[in-house]
């Protein structure tokens, strides 16, 4: 609840400034987003330009590439065109052709995969030799494309150099065919046809690095395809290039496209790097944004704090004084100011001995000090006497506790100090009223029991001026024995002794005194409480049970005081009773002990009772059910029963009445 004075001082010279704040950190926020978002355009503009740099590179490249593989296919089929045409021109010549054409035909076959057949056609289309020695699919056989096997022939026949076919479809996939014409003295003389196979021509003229890098396929005009080479489980790219492949022609095109690169380890470093930088950036600038705003959040839940402080402060009548662990003053309210009389600036720094502290209890209040700084202050407080500045003596009580600052370190000790000078006057007062009531009331009960008393003396009275006359006849009659004057002596004596215990009895009730506690035993006290009322019960009817069990009843206590608790509960039984028939009129008094600490004295009457309302007031001031009663009577006795440490309360009786029961510590033995 206090500041210190640093921290106070702090909070005055930034008060005023907490618009410039709040305008500096808005200002320094848009500076740092503005900054932020400058970065991240620049970042996706960097990427944005490298990405560009590398997918043109990568067409660049792709172009190359594909150039090559299309020239080397070209290179390919026109050396096989070129191989043929040497054929053709020495199977003219040659007298065993055949031999001549199988030998070269297995040579071409051996280095030419994608070469699946060579024929030697005759004049009129008839097959004259073939290599391999097998059937295979082909134009004008088993109805695949006779027209335009009929079509190549004389396109081959009338050029007089190698033509292509369109590609066609077999069940081992698609083929088209070269014809090459022979001629024997400028006459045509048949034709050579090889056969080909479009996915041998990839297999065989792809290489596998090519193949590691894009997706070949061969696809017609239709966009079939007709043969591919790829990467099982690869994704391409958009990036991608076509171009004719003619030979054969026919609209057949190459078709590559790039694979998504995986890139290198450094490029993927680097990009990871700068990726987790721009989200450390953001997170950064995110947390540093929730941090200023918490913070101005806290200055001013901190300075709303210190103003409701500070008003709750100057509003206490308690004061507060907090210390360092030297015991030197740190901080006190203006309460405690305005208790000792001395200002903030006089008692900040101060040291013990404490300018406030009473020279005739200097030793009590360093006392008190040095338990405080070595961490044995009373819990309960400490009462002393204090000086004001004009040097008037005040009594405060002082309650210590330790000071904690947010580290949870214990700097010092913080204390509330409570005038308590008035409320020790007013309870001296009240003590004494309590005393001057309690006598008024012992009063009002003797008042009340002077006509049974006055019937209780008669009979001792009685008897003595009887055995006094006696004895005077005896002696003027001259005839006696000492034997019967002495008897006689005897029992006037008894007689005389029941009169002035009765009077002792009644003189030691009503006397004026203060309370003082000392040994006594229960059983006596509840005796002499009958004694006193007995008369009254037996003029009303009333029947006196006493159960009383071998008890300890040995406790402190002040004798007069509770048998004026005994006499005023009796009394209420008693006259609860008057309304009921005489064979129910029975007050019991019960002593019995619940444990080795306490005593209980019950007292049972057999009235009506009491109804629950009744019941809730009954200790209430001035709350009576009697005509004529004050209402402060079992309010005496409870406030009796409780500066003996005891309790009092009332139970309802199962056999109808009520149930005083009384609670009382025993000596402990």
Same mark, same amino acid.
């Given at each position: 609840?206090?500041?210190?004075?640093?921290?106070?001082?702090?909070?005055?010279?930034?008060?005023?400034?907490?618009?410039?704040?709040?305008?500096?950190?808005?200002? @320094?926020?848009?500076?740092?987003?503005?900054?932020?978002?400058?970065?991240?355009?620049?970042?996706?503009?960097?990427?944005?330009?490298?990405?560009?740099?590398?997918?043109?590179?990568?067409?660049?490249?792709?172009?190359?590439?594909?150039?090559?593989?299309?020239?080397?296919?070209?290179?390919?089929?026109?050396?096989?065109?070129?191989?043929?045409?040497?054929?053709?021109?020495?199977?003219?010549?040659?007298?065993?052709?055949?031999?001549?054409?199988?030998?070269?035909?297995?040579?071409?076959?051996?280095?030419?995969?994608?070469?699946?057949?060579?024929?030697?056609?005759?004049?009129?289309?008839?097959?004259?030799?073939?290599?391999?020695?097998?059937?295979?699919?082909?134009?004008?056989?088993?109805?695949?494309?006779?027209?335009?096997?009929?079509?190549?022939?004389?396109?081959?026949?009338?050029?007089?150099?190698?033509?292509? &076919?369109?590609?066609?479809?077999?069940?081992?996939?698609?083929?088209?065919?070269? @014809?090459?014409?022979?001629?024997?003295?400028?006459?045509?003389?048949?034709?050579?046809?090889?056969?080909?196979?479009?996915?041998?021509?990839?297999?065989?003229?792809?290489?596998?690095?090519?193949?590691?890098?894009?997706?070949?396929?061969?696809?017609?005009?239709?966009?079939?395809?007709?043969?591919?080479?790829?990467?099982?489980?690869?994704? &391409?790219?958009?990036?991608?290039?076509?171009?004719?492949?003619?030979?054969?022609?026919?609209?057949?095109?190459?078709?590559?496209?790039?694979?998504?690169?995986?890139?290198?380890?450094?490029?993927?470093?680097?990009?990871?790097?700068?990726?987790?930088?721009?989200?450390?950036?953001?997170?950064?600038?995110?947390?540093?944004?929730?941090?200023?705003?918490?913070?101005?959040?806290?200055?001013?839940?901190?300075?709303?704090?210190?103003?409701?402080?500070?008003?709750?402060?100057?509003?206490?009548?308690?004061?507060?004084?907090?210390?360092?662990?030297?015991?030197?003053?740190?901080?006190?309210?203006?309460?405690?100011?305005?208790?000792?009389?001395?200002?903030?600036?006089?008692?900040?720094?101060?040291?013990?001995?404490?300018?406030?502290?009473?020279?005739?209890?200097?030793?009590?209040?360093?006392?008190?000090?040095?338990?405080?700084?070595?961490?044995?202050?009373?819990?309960?407080?400490?009462?002393?006497?204090?000086?004001?500045?004009?040097?008037?003596?005040?009594?405060?009580?002082? @309650?210590?506790?330790?000071?904690?600052?947010?580290?949870?370190?214990?700097?010092?000790?913080?204390?509330?100090?409570?005038?308590? &000078?008035?409320?020790?006057?007013?309870?001296?007062?009240?003590?004494?009223?309590?005393?001057?009531?309690?006598?008024?009331?012992?009063?009002?009960?003797?008042?009340?029991?002077?006509?049974?008393?006055?019937?209780?003396?008669?009979?001792?009275?009685?008897?003595?001026?009887?055995?006094?006359?006696?004895?005077?006849?005896?002696?003027?009659?001259?005839?006696?024995?000492?034997?019967?004057?002495?008897?006689?002596?005897?029992?006037?004596?008894?007689?005389?002794?029941?009169?002035?215990?009765?009077?002792?009895?009644?003189?030691?009730?009503?006397?004026?005194?203060?309370?003082?506690?000392?040994?006594?035993?229960?059983?006596?006290?509840?005796?002499?409480?009958?004694?006193?009322?007995?008369?009254?019960?037996?003029?009303?009817?009333?029947?006196?049970?006493?159960?009383?069990?071998?008890?300890?009843?040995?406790?402190?206590?002040?004798?007069?005081?509770?048998?004026?608790?005994?006499?005023?509960?009796?009394?209420?039984?008693?006259?609860?009773?008057?309304?009921?028939?005489?064979?129910?009129?029975?007050?019991?008094?019960?002593?019995?002990?619940?444990?080795?600490?306490?005593?209980?004295?019950?007292?049972?009457?057999?009235?009506?009772?009491?109804?629950?309302?009744?019941?809730?007031?009954?200790?209430?001031?001035?709350?009576? &059910?009697?005509?004529?009663?004050?209402?402060?009577?079992?309010?005496?006795?409870?406030?009796?029963?409780?500066?003996?440490?005891?309790?009092?309360?009332?139970?309802?009786?199962?056999?109808?009445?009520?149930?005083?029961?009384?609670?009382?510590?025993?000596?402990?033995?």
């Amino acid at each position: 609840m206090a500041f210190s004075a640093i921290a106070k001082t702090k909070l005055r010279n930034g008060a005023p400034d907490r618009h410039v704040s709040s305008r500096w950190s808005s200002w @320094y926020l848009i500076a740092l987003k503005a900054a932020m978002g400058l970065l991240l355009i620049l970042l996706v503009a960097l990427f944005w330009v490298l990405f560009e740099s590398e997918v043109e590179e990568q067409r660049t490249t792709l172009i190359a590439d594909v150039l090559w593989l299309e020239q080397g296919i070209n290179f390919h089929l026109e050396g096989n065109a070129e191989f043929l045409e040497q054929l053709s021109g020495e199977l003219a010549q040659e007298k065993d052709s055949r031999s001549l054409f199988r030998q070269r035909a297995g040579y071409l076959l051996r280095n030419n995969p994608d070469v699946l057949q060579i024929m030697w056609l005759g004049p009129s289309g008839s097959v004259v030799d073939f290599e391999p020695a097998v059937k295979l699919p082909r134009l004008g056989v088993d109805g695949i494309g006779g027209e335009r096997h009929a079509l190549a022939l004389e396109m081959s026949r009338k050029l007089g150099k190698p033509t292509y &076919t369109d590609a066609y479809s077999t069940a081992s996939g698609w083929q088209f065919e070269m @014809y090459v014409p022979v001629f024997v003295d400028g006459k045509y003389d048949g034709s050579l046809v090889v056969v080909y196979s479009f996915n041998s021509l990839l297999k065989h003229l792809v290489p596998w690095w090519f193949a590691e890098k894009y997706q070949v396929r061969i696809v017609d005009e239709d966009g079939s395809v007709l043969a591919s080479k790829m990467r099982a489980g690869s994704a &391409t790219t958009p990036i991608n290039y076509a171009i004719p492949v003619d030979p054969p022609g026919y609209g057949i095109v190459l078709r590559v496209d790039a694979y998504r690169a995986s890139g290198s380890f450094v490029e993927v470093l680097l990009t990871t790097l700068v990726i987790a930088l721009a989200v450390a950036v953001l997170l950064s600038l995110w947390v540093m944004r929730r941090h200023i705003q918490r913070r101005l959040a806290a200055e001013q839940a901190y300075r709303a704090e210190y103003a409701f402080r500070k008003a709750m402060e100057d509003s206490l009548t308690v004061g507060m004084r907090a210390r360092d662990r030297v015991g030197r003053i740190t901080y006190v309210n203006p309460a405690f100011c305005h208790m000792v009389g001395f200002s903030e600036d006089e008692l900040i720094g101060a040291s013990p001995p404490m300018p406030f502290w009473a020279p005739e209890d200097q030793e009590k209040s360093r006392a008190i000090n040095e338990a405080v700084i070595s961490g044995h202050a009373p819990r309960e407080g400490a009462e002393v006497r204090l000086m004001r500045k004009d040097g008037k003596r005040f009594d405060a009580l002082v @309650y210590e506790a330790p000071l904690i600052d947010a580290d949870g370190l214990h700097t010092g000790w913080m204390a509330s100090i409570v005038d308590v &000078t008035e409320r020790k006057r007013a309870e001296e007062l009240a003590r004494q009223q309590q005393e001057k009531l309690q006598f008024t009331s012992r009063l009002v009960t003797m008042g009340e029991l002077a006509s049974t008393l006055a019937h209780e003396l008669n009979q001792p009275l009685a008897a003595i001026t009887s055995y006094t006359a006696g004895c005077l006849n005896k002696i003027e009659s001259g005839v006696f024995s000492p034997e019967e004057l002495k008897a006689a002596l005897e029992k006037l004596g008894v007689q005389a002794q029941r009169a002035g215990k009765i009077i002792r009895r009644v003189h030691d009730f009503v006397r004026k005194s203060e309370p003082k506690l000392a040994p006594c035993n229960l059983v006596e006290v509840i005796e002499d409480s009958i004694g006193l009322i007995e008369s009254a019960a037996r003029l009303a009817g009333v029947r006196i049970v006493r159960e009383f069990p071998s008890v300890s009843g040995e406790l402190m206590g002040d004798r007069v005081m509770l048998e004026q608790v005994l006499l005023n509960v009796m009394r209420n039984a008693i006259e609860a009773m008057g309304g009921v028939p005489s064979e129910r009129r029975c007050l019991t008094l019960q002593l019995a002990q619940p444990d080795d600490q306490q005593v209980q004295i019950r007292v049972v009457d057999r009235g009506p009772g009491m109804p629950p309302e009744v019941l809730e007031n009954l200790f209430t001031p001035f709350f009576t &059910t009697k005509p004529h009663g004050m209402g402060m009577g079992l309010n005496i006795c409870r406030s009796i029963i409780e500066f003996h440490r005891g309790r009092l309360w009332v139970e309802e009786n199962p056999e109808s009445g009520t149930v005083v029961v009384i609670s009382l510590p025993v000596i402990q033995s």
